[in-house]
């Protein structure tokens, strides 16, 4: 069977690190500027007829911009803007109902009046707001912290209000929690006015500074988004950034950002970035303020994520302070401050790098090689000028393989947790390493015409036991290669349920900006799609990550799991025979793993607390919440270091130092990182169950038998 691979511009990873907007702002200019209503300019509207025509015609979904899809993108529009529903009037969404069905429609004429008139409002809305803040925090003392009182901090789905005492009194909770937060935070009380009104001034000038660009992005994201969550219009300012992060040509800490409600939040941390090599920023912190080396810190709560962006960059080797609020906090008195050196990302940063571990069963000692991939990659250039010697993920693994291969190991793991994706050609190049040849994935693209990409080249490099090891963070490459394994039954994936991207972009310029649109799905080789499901494992294990958060099934208006017809292939062994007795002595072993047991009762902790979406407001409440909250927290984390044989902790400092968990502490772990990874050795003794299990098993399908 003949195979394909065409290099087209492309993108499959499953976090490219693009800038998001919303609706905070900020900037540095005078609050006492006057507000000027924002007009399309005619290269936007250009824009917007040339985007248009290309989600009707290249998209792979073929949306048609009618009156039904208008009311899809109002609905988004509004929900962009205004998530939490604290800024527009029921009247004012009264008065947008005329746009429901010609939001959308109207654009395919250059007609961007309606979306203009809905941002100018929201902005108006804003500046009320903003000023009223600012006329509370100029009061005299803070406000009463022993009144019985509580904020809702889940309001997408709350109504409008229908009167301005309501949005005031709303408004006023938000400020008397931000005070309480700072308060509990150990702030003096005219500390706390001066940040809080400084924040809020900062917000207020942006909005007599925004220009036609700002308005004309957030509606084009709601459009595009309302397709799919990976088609996206990039303005000329937006195409810039992308490209800079495409190609690492500025320096930054390495860092995937996006906003979340006022806040810039990390997805994920770059592999062998600066923050990953520091250790200190994880998932899920917040950055509240930014300082430049020795500098005073910029508070940047509510600012729009570019221009945090343009604070974080700066000169190689510079030094970036950054004040953080972890993942799971609930306000800003437990925030802390890092510093990071900034740097640019390497290849051999990002290389495949291996390990050998030793696992002892029935007394003795057994060893298992570990290849950690964080991303597929491949020196394009270096090929292109015909270096005989380029780097590439294909060519590290297997050079890494034969090496393991001499320190006799018994199996091997590949660890793809946090890979994000990289390059199509070599996801199916690394799957050849451990098939003989075969397709490797289906391509698919809007006209219906499928492409069956696999390996010709015969012999394979590792023939072992395979164990694939996958988290919610393994998105797009990395499930194409996952799957692959699966289907041909050439090795176990364990872990948990992947990202679930599969779908392929290709960038089109659209005269003012560029529109990075859907072309294209995989499909696994047994015909199903990777698209919204992602690849479940043979065996499961626990994870801290909630796959209703993180995912592409958690994503508003992602496409669907479908299949198409499979192709022939031929697996290598029969595991249904022995998954049931690997699953049973897997779930015996956790049962009993410090690990493991951590990791069921940290997430059944941060259920609890994510549940948890009514804050108080009283002083006194807050602070006997959070010490019971840190109690919990170090009961759990000493409870696994007294299994482990470990000293316990007397506070909660530096407590996740030693933590597993299926997300990595690091994307570039230690030797003893790997040794004491919990998820990594549980691989390792399914190897082993694998191997005593095999003598009584079936033997391997043969060659040319068994083709699906």
Excluded: C
Aim: charged letters at 25%.
């Amino acid at each position: 069977m003949p195979f394909t691979f065409h290099r087209r511009q492309f993108f499959i990873s499953g976090f490219l690190g693009l800038v998001i907007f919303t609706g905070g702002f900020t900037s540095q200019t005078s609050p006492h500027a006057s507000f000027t209503e924002l007009a399309p300019t005619p290269q936007e509207s250009d824009a917007a007829m040339e985007v248009a025509h290309d989600l009707e015609h290249y998209h792979y979904l073929k949306p048609h911009l009618d009156t039904h899809f208008s009311e899809q993108v109002f609905t988004r529009y509004l929900q962009d803007l205004d998530p939490t529903h604290s800024y527009f009037l029921a009247s004012d969404i009264h008065d947008f109902q005329a746009y429901r069905d010609s939001l959308a429609v109207n654009i395919k004429h250059g007609d961007l009046h309606q979306a203009f008139v809905i941002y100018n409002r929201f902005e108006q809305r804003m500046i009320n707001r903003l000023n009223f803040e600012l006329t509370l925090v100029q009061k005299k003392p803070l406000m009463d912290f022993t009144r019985k009182e509580s904020l809702e901090t889940n309001r997408e789905h709350a109504p409008w209000s229908i009167s301005q005492a309501a949005m005031d009194d709303l408004w006023r909770k938000r400020v008397k929690a931000a005070e309480l937060s700072l308060t509990l935070a150990g702030k003096k009380p005219e500390d706390i006015k001066k940040l809080l009104a400084k924040r809020y001034d900062n917000q207020l000038s942006h909005i007599y500074q925004t220009r036609p660009d700002d308005a004309f992005q957030v509606f084009m994201d709601s459009l595009t988004e309302s397709i799919d969550p990976h088609t996206e219009y990039f303005s000329p300012r937006v195409s810039e950034n992308f490209n800079i992060n495409m190609s690492l040509s500025l320096e930054g800490i390495g860092a995937v950002l996006q906003t979340e409600d006022e806040y810039t939040k990390v997805v994920r941390l770059v592999t062998g970035g600066p923050a990953d090599k520091a250790h200190q920023l994880k998932p899920g912190d917040r950055i509240v303020a930014v300082a430049q080396a020795n500098g005073d810190f910029v508070d940047v709560v509510g600012w729009r994520i570019d221009e945090v962006v343009d604070l974080i960059r700066g000169p190689k080797n510079s030094i970036v302070r950054l004040q953080i609020l972890p993942a799971g906090a609930h306000d800003e008195h437990q925030t802390h401050v890092i510093s990071i050196t900034r740097n640019t990302v390497t290849l051999q940063d990002q290389a495949a790098k291996s390990h050998v571990i030793e696992i002892e069963s029935g007394g003795i000692k057994h060893k298992i090689g570990i290849i950690e991939l964080p991303t597929f990659y491949a020196d394009f250039q270096a090929e292109q000028d015909g270096n005989p010697n380029y780097r590439s993920t294909t060519r590290d693994v297997r050079a890494l393989i034969e090496a393991l291969k001499k320190e006799q190991i018994e199996g091997l793991i590949m660890d793809l947790r946090n890979n994000g994706g990289g390059a199509l050609q070599e996801a199916n190049s690394l799957v050849g390493l451990f098939i003989d040849t075969g397709p490797t994935v289906q391509v698919r693209d809007s006209a219906g015409h499928v492409e069956v990409l696999g390996n010709s080249d015969s012999g394979m490099t590792y023939s072992g036991p395979l164990v694939v090891l996958v988290n919610r963070l393994s998105a797009s490459a990395s499930e194409i290669f996952t799957g692959a394994i699966q289907d041909y039954q050439r090795g176990l994936v364990v872990g948990a349920t992947t990202y679930g991207k599969g779908s392929v972009q290709a960038l089109r310029d659209v005269g003012y900006g560029q529109l990075k649109v859907t072309e294209a799905k995989f499909y696994r080789i047994s015909g199903g799609s990777n698209q919204n499901k992602g690849i479940i494992p043979d065996i499961v294990f626990p994870s801290l990550i909630d796959d209703k958060d993180i995912g592409e099934s958690a994503q508003p208006n992602a496409m669907p799991w479908d299949s198409i017809a499979p192709v022939q292939y031929q697996p290598y062994f029969d595991f249904k025979s022995q998954l049931p007795n690997l699953k049973l002595l897997d779930q015996q072993r956790i049962k009993t793993s410090p690990d493991f047991i951590y990791t069921d009762a940290e997430l059944a902790l941060l259920r609890e607390q994510k549940n948890k979406t009514l804050i108080s407001l009283q002083e006194a409440t807050r602070r006997s919440e959070q010490d019971l909250w840190d109690k919990h927290q170090l009961d759990i984390e000493n409870a696994r270091r007294t299994a482990k044989g470990l000293p316990p902790l007397k506070a909660l400092v530096n407590a996740n130092d030693d933590s597993p968990a299926d997300i990595p502490a690091s994307a570039t772990p230690s030797d003893e990182d790997i040794k004491n990874d919990g998820f990594l050795k549980e691989s390792g003794y399914i190897i082993l169950d694998w191997n005593r299990l095999s003598h009584s098993a079936p033997a391997p399908l043969p060659v040319n038998t068994a083709l699906h």
